[in-house]
């Protein structure tokens, strides 16, 4: 006998046991309290019941596989997308070739996790989260040389070095792997330099 069923049979026991006059109001009320009752305790038997379905599935062996091999073949194409765009960048090679290393350190990271670690798939997620947050700073930073080589001379000390310290931070976050909120941070305050930089830089060409 299933929990739900022993709740509700003990409920109902407590009921039969009760004298109630023919015909009485009451004993229309409580048959309708009855009902009430063994419809709560059905839904949460049934709720019970879904849930342990629903994480059952989630525990399937071959399911679970099915989500690590999907999630890391995204994270691998993340990482194709992002050494494509290093190949085409215009950034500095030292620059190029630490954002390298890290889509390197991405992939072999990558390729040592096994399906049957606990939570693996939640791990590769969040490795695909870095590999977008790698590709948002190599974005800004190489935006960052480009606005300094069309600035030249022209640029204020005070603006080249703002964007200088900045881009170094951001390139700091890099090679020291804090690929998460750090350098998220880092990288938003580099995109405000590098947009005014380029406001500028539009005004000195006008």
């Given amino acids: 006998m299933t929990g739900g069923a022993r709740i509700l049979t003990n409920m109902l026991g407590r009921f039969r046991g009760l004298r109630v006059p023919v015909g009485s109001q009451w004993r229309g009320q409580t048959l309708i309290r009855i009902d009430i009752v063994k419809e709560r305790i059905m839904k949460t038997a049934d709720s019970g019941r ?11 062996p071959h399911r679970s596989h099915e989500r690590f091999y999907a999630a890391r073949a995204d994270v691998k194409r993340a990482c194709e ?11 500095h090679q030292v620059v190029v070739t630490d954002f390298m290393t890290a889509v390197m350190r991405v992939e072999h990271d990558l390729h040592a996790l096994a399906p049957d670690e606990p939570k693996v798939t939640s791990a590769v997620r969040e490795m695909g989260k870095e590999v977008q947050h790698l590709q948002v700073a190599q974005t800004w930073v190489a935006a960052a040389d480009r606005v300094l080589d069309r600035l030249g001379t022209r640029a204020s000390h005070g603006q080249r070095d703002a ?3 900045a881009r170094e931070r951001v390139m700091w976050c890099v090679r020291a792997q804090h690929w998460d909120g750090e350098l998220t941070s880092t990288t938003t305050q580099l995109q405000a330099l ?9 005004r000195v060409a006008s």
């Fill in 163 to 165: 964007l200088l310290e």
């Fill in 50 to 60: 879904n849930r342990l379905t629903r994480t059952a599935a989630k525990q399937v």
């Fill in 81 to 91: 997308d992002l050494i494509h765009l290093l190949r085409m960048s215009t950034a």
């Fill in 194 to 202: 590098v947009q005014e930089a380029e406001a500028t830089a539009a």
